[in-house]
């Protein structure tokens, strides 16, 4: 699904983020990516969304080798990746409903075909009474879960997260993973950057931990 | 990639009043320019069909006094008369002669005092190929002191001049065309910059270059569409304010054709906003692209 072979990362000629680091997620995986605030955690989650090329080693996402692959052919590997951004980056002048829709709309679908199954996921977050609001009014846990609705709705086969609980209340925290381990038995492989100790030891996830820039692998999925 | 429509992802564009008015000003002056071309055009073909079948004999006052003018006209009159390819030749009268310099030289009596030619206008049946430099002969055997004016040369100038206006408001056209595209350049990068968070959004999402790039053009193609044609319409309100004082009895300039459009000629100011908004489409989605492919 993911592969990492050697990959280092510096911006411009600045110190580098990521150091030689070598990892594999294999297909239906839940992983858990932790490590102190700037040891790389966001820059990894970069990569592996094609947002920033590596400065070098290897990538190799869905089977594809990203170094040799066209970039014409980029938009369509993101599209099969869900992304939680730690700002959640939604757009303020759209509402709640249609941020949620926005990946169905950019593969395609008509918003016919979509309506319910958008309107299910947002009342499953809880934000079924504030569809129509848009991202200014809401509070930081709701926005959270708009962002959290809008990167799992397309069921993409990697999903990303970067802090998808730090917003919200502990209850709203679990049921967010309980939804992102519904994702998983769904076949959509997980990666999630936290620092919430405690939603780590509830899972039987594996753990991957990011100290300056080096990757320690913490913890094997457990059965 | 779909067809969907990315208009309602972008934000609208909020303080672009001073785009619209600049390409409602260019609208404006290439309405003009265009509408130059169309005056200098028709003016041109005007001169050409008034004098194109006609020809001047003018007899100019005889140095020797034993000869008499009048007597002169007559023996051309009768030349002309029965030339081959000559329909009709009229003398033209003296008040006429005297109402034709009257804008050169005033409507002072002492111009009743001046020596003038006589004038004979001659009209040529059409396609005849009457043969000129003979009849030019047998009019200075008859006539010595005739002169033979067929307007070729004036022809040929008042072409040259139609061409050169034309020709000119062509190359307005072009250069308002060059900153037409350059302004809308201009305003996409700005727009990509002021919602590059919105862009960078999609694009980490997976929309493709084109689908980001429809909805910035669209955005400028409607805003030059809608500025270009009021531009446009304040040309066509110029030109048929002109029809308005021509129709009055005030002619702005003597000896210029007029400066009003007829209808059909006005219809040809739509071509001003189409023309923009077609510009700016094409330029906002190639400053898009050409952004979006320096983003990874």
Request: net charge neutral.
């Amino acid at each position: 699904m993911v592969r990492f072979e050697n990959v280092g990362m510096r911006y411009g000629p600045g110190p580098e983020v990521l150091r030689d680091v070598s990892f594999a997620l294999e297909a239906g995986s839940f992983t858990f990516l932790t490590g102190p605030s700037g040891a790389g955690k966001t820059t990894l989650l970069k990569l592996m969304l094609i947002a920033e090329p590596p400065s070098r080693g290897l990538i190799t996402l869905f089977g594809h080798d990203l170094a040799v692959t066209r970039r014409s052919a980029f938009p369509a590997l993101r599209r099969r990746v869900g992304v939680v951004f730690q700002d959640f980056r939604l757009l303020g002048h759209l509402s709640a409903f249609d941020n949620v829709a926005l990946p169905l709309r950019l593969a395609g679908r008509d918003a016919r075909d979509y309506r319910q199954d958008v309107e299910e996921l947002l009342a499953w977050v809880g934000l079924g009474d504030r569809m129509n609001a848009r991202p200014p009014t809401l509070s930081g846990g709701e926005q959270q879960r708009v962002a959290i609705a809008r990167a799992v709705v397309a069921r993409p086969d990697l999903l990303l997260a970067d802090e998808p609980t730090g917003n919200v209340d502990p209850d709203i925290g679990q049921r967010l993973i309980r939804l992102f381990e519904e994702l998983n038995r769904l076949g959509t492989t997980v990666l999630i950057a936290t620092h919430d100790r405690g939603l780590i030891e509830k899972a039987k996830a594996r753990e991957m931990r990011l100290v300056d820039g080096r990757l320690v692998e913490l913890r094997a999925q457990r059965p | 990639m779909s067809g969907e429509r990315p208009g309602r992802i972008m934000l609208r564009d909020r303080g672009a009043a001073p785009l619209d008015v600049v390409i409602g000003v260019m609208a404006f002056l290439a309405a003009l320019a265009l509408g130059a071309s169309l005056i200098a055009d028709r003016a041109a073909e005007s001169w050409r069909s008034g004098l194109a079948n006609r020809v001047t004999v003018q007899i100019l006052p005889p140095e020797k006094s034993a000869v008499s003018l009048d007597g002169e006209v007559e023996a051309a009159l009768r030349v002309l008369r029965a030339a081959p390819g000559i329909a009709h030749a009229q003398r033209v009268s003296d008040q006429e002669t005297l109402n034709l310099v009257k804008p050169w030289l005033g409507a002072d009596a002492l111009i009743g005092e001046l020596p003038l030619p006589r004038l004979i206008d001659a009209t040529i049946v059409p396609g005849a190929g009457v043969d000129l430099e003979s009849l030019r002969s047998r009019l200075k055997a008859a006539a010595p002191d005739s002169v033979l004016d067929d307007h070729t040369r004036w022809i040929a100038r008042l072409r040259t001049l139609a061409r050169t206006i034309s020709w000119s408001a062509y190359a307005v056209l072009l250069l308002i065309a060059i900153a037409t595209a350059s302004t809308v350049a201009f305003a996409t990068r700005a727009g990509l910059e002021a919602h590059h968070e919105i862009v960078e959004l999609l694009h980490q999402m997976g929309a493709h270059a084109g689908f980001i790039a429809r909805a910035f053009e669209w955005h400028y193609f409607l805003a030059t569409l809608a500025a270009a044609a009021v531009g446009a319409l304040l040309a066509a309100g110029f030109f048929v304010a002109a029809g308005g004082l021509e129709f009055a009895g005030i002619e702005p300039v003597p000896f210029l054709p007029p400066l009003s459009l007829k209808p059909a000629e006005l219809a040809w100011l739509l071509a001003v906003p189409a023309a923009a908004s077609l510009i700016a489409l094409v330029t906002a989605r190639l400053s898009v692209l050409s952004a979006l492919r320096r983003i990874y």
